[in-house]
């Protein structure tokens, strides 16, 4: 079994800063590429940042000079720090990771049970 546990979601004003957590456990013998994903009420998923496992990154225009991913592999957890929070940015928040078990030979993506994170006055 692996599973993706999320934390750090909440309430916060425009203009204020929150990070998110998402750690990987269970059978990992690799995690390949880790996600931030997130939905708003009547809209579809969208990819709001990923990180390779080699360093490389990329984000959503909407969040760029906001949002930082980063990952510590060794702890096989990724992190969202979200600065300048915007209402437009409420949203859950869902974790993904492209991990491989042990004994298995392919990866294949998991998800966390998401975080709501909302930003109102």
């Known amino acids: 079994q692996v599973q993706l546990a999320e934390s750090g979601g909440g309430l916060v004003q425009p203009g204020g800063s929150l990070k998110l957590s998402c750690a990987a456990s269970?059978?990992?013998?690799?995690?390949?590429?880790m996600a931030w994903y997130r939905q708003a009420p009547g809209l579809e998923r969208e990819l709001v940042a990923a990180?390779?496992?080699?360093?490389?990154?990329n984000y959503v225009d909407s969040v760029k000079g906001r949002f930082t991913i980063s990952r510590d592999n060794a702890k096989n957890t990724v992190y969202l720090q979200m600065n300048s929070l915007k209402p437009e940015d409420t949203a859950v928040y869902y974790c993904?990771?492209?991990?491989?078990?042990?004994?298995?030979?392919?990866?294949?993506?998991?998800w966390g049970q998401g975080t709501q994170v909302t930003v109102s006055s």
């Open positions: 990180s390779a496992r080699g360093g490389s990154t």
């Open positions: 269970g059978s990992i013998f690799s995690i390949r590429n």
């Open positions: 993904n990771a492209a991990i491989k078990r042990s004994g298995n030979s392919v990866y294949r993506d998991y």
